[in-house]
C-alpha cells in the first residue's frame, strides 16, 4: 500500500502544465521502474526470512507489475516511437528481447517461490536484478530521451496512455 502511495504521487501528473508533459511523454515510466524494483525487494526480503505467504504474495504483485511496464511499452510506446521516428529495427527491438529474457527469468523465480526454493529464488532473483538494473538504465538514459524528442511533436496522449496503463497494474 505504501508503495503504491509513492509510485502514485510520483506519477500523478494531472495537475502539471500541459507544455511539461508534451516534453515528456515518458515521465510516467521511470518512477514506476522505482516502484517495480521495491515490490521486488519486498519479495526477496520475506523470501529470504522464509515468510512464504508473504513472498508469495509479494512476488505475485511484482511480477504482474513488471509484465504491465513490459506490455505497456510493447503496446503503446514503441509502436509510437517507431511511427514517429521510422526506427524499428534498432533500440526498440534490443528492449523487446531484453523484456523476453526477463520474462523468462520471471517465469523461473515464480516456480522457484511457490515451491519454497530460497536457494533457488535467490540465484534467479541475482541475475534478474542486474538484467533489470541493466535494462532500466539503457530505456531511461538512452531509449527515453529519444522517444521524447521523437513524440515531443505529436499530439497523442502517451504519457497518459502510459500512467494509465501502469498504474491499472497497481493492486492495494
Ligand atoms: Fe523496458
Known sequence: MAVKAVWGAAT???????????????????PHHKHCDDLFAAAEAAVNEHRW???????????AEMLAHFATEEDVLFPAFEAASGMTGGPTQMMRFEHAQMRALLGAL?????????????????????LMQQ?????????????????????LPIDHELRTRAAAACRN
Not at 535467490?122 to 542486474?130: D, K, P, R, S
Open 53 to 63: 505467504a508473504d513472498g508469495n504474495a509479494a512476488y505475485d504483485r511484482f511480477q
Open 12 to 30: 500523478d501528473n494531472a495537475a502539471i502544465p500541459f507544455p511539461d508533459a508534451a516534453m515528456s511523454p515518458t515521465r510516467p515510466l521511470p
Open 110 to 130: 515464480a516456480t522457484t517461490v511457490a515451491a519454497g526454493d530460497g536457494d533457488g529464488f535467490g540465484g534467479t532473483a541475482e541475475t534478474l536484478l542486474i
Open 135 to 155: 535494462h532500466n538504465m539503457k530505456e531511461e538514459n538512452i531509449l527515453y530521451p529519444m522517444c521524447d524528442r521523437a513524440l515531443a511533436g505529436c499530439d
